[in-house]
């Protein structure tokens, strides 16, 4: 039985390896390792791709973000709305800043509920940080009538979903900011770290550029206390290349969820995750929920993995400890029980292995495991 593992990047890296090698050679040897002709060829193609007028390189999703609440002035007594469902970098920099991350629950998508948002609105509100969770996009029409309506900022986290769309656009150019991860597992991936910003508004964007350089607004010449934050040559020659491939793995990815969703759409005791009706998906995981018979902790989905590990097939969770609950964020003043649906999230997902890749003779043995040892021990339709 082959071994799956829940992402597999040699097979993505042998379809492009040629043109990738070729393109770093070029950049070895050109001695021109920052900045250049590369990285704002790479800035503008990423920005044309997303449809905004500005894209700014910089060295991860993580510094996109705290590059943009800084850009937007964001900081100590200012309030910031966002998931507790999400990799700790998204409220890291809200705290970064000095300003307070206010954690709203979520809903059936895993991202943070609207009606939740709206009631979560003070004040000190300064903006909102809605996160594309997993490549499902959040209703960002909502949103932004949401924000509208009581002035506030919107930066997308999109670190997971390059390429998914609301309402016919891509999502980072609906908010002030979208900021973008490259790190190696996202649908657009680097060979290391890497991301950007993108914005439709010069002013944002030349802000988000001195800030992102030391703060420097001419040679020397500092106006702010900034950070270094760069897209270096290489990864940029790579994401070019990857760039012209995205659309395409993102229908694999596409396909791949489809086959789950046949695979696996009767199974009991398996939720499959929500599909979005106005919005398009990119499956940067494939999130089901293994219920626990109505009863709280984890016993039945980790039991579930760790066959599944058994018989060869990794799976991940992502995220077992919703981040009002995290130790870190014990001043915060968050306790069990406040953000019902966050938490019962983390008791209950399993991400399945998904890239473009992988076969359907993989899929069937996924599936196979999953009834399995949910004690259906039917044969899988192929
Ligand atoms: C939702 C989310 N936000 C932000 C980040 C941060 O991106 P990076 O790892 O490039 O700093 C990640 C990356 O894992 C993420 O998944």
Known sequence: MNKIPPLDLTKQYKQISTE???SVLDILRSGRYIGGATVAQFEQEFADYIGTTHGIGCNSGTDALYLALRALNIGEGDEVITTPFTFIATTEIVVRTGATPVLVDIDESFNFDLD???AAITPKTKAILPVHL???PVNMTQLMEIAQAHNLYVIEDCAQATGAEWA????????HVGCFSFFPTKNLGA????????????AIAKTLRVLKEHGMTSRYHHEETGINSRLDALQAAILSIKLRHLDTWNQGRAQVAERYEQLLSMVPGIQLPAQSLEGKEVWNQYTIRI?????????????????LQERGI??????????HLQPVYKTLGYRPGQLPHAERAADEVLSLPMYPELSLEEQQQIAYGLKDSLSLREKVAS
Do not use: W
């Open 20 to 22: 990738v090698e070729a």
């Open 116 to 118: 939740r948002v709206k």
């Open 134 to 136: 997993f490549g499902h």
């Open 168 to 175: 016919g656009q891509k999502v980072g150019c609906i908010g």
């Open 191 to 202: 060979c290391g770290d890497g991301g950007a910003m993108v914005t439709n508004d010069p």
């Open 291 to 307: 219920n626990n018979g109505g009863q709280p902790g984890a016993t039945v989905r980790d039991r579930v993995r760790n066959q």
């Open 314 to 323: 990794s799976s991940m969770v992502y995220y077992p400890i919703p981040l």
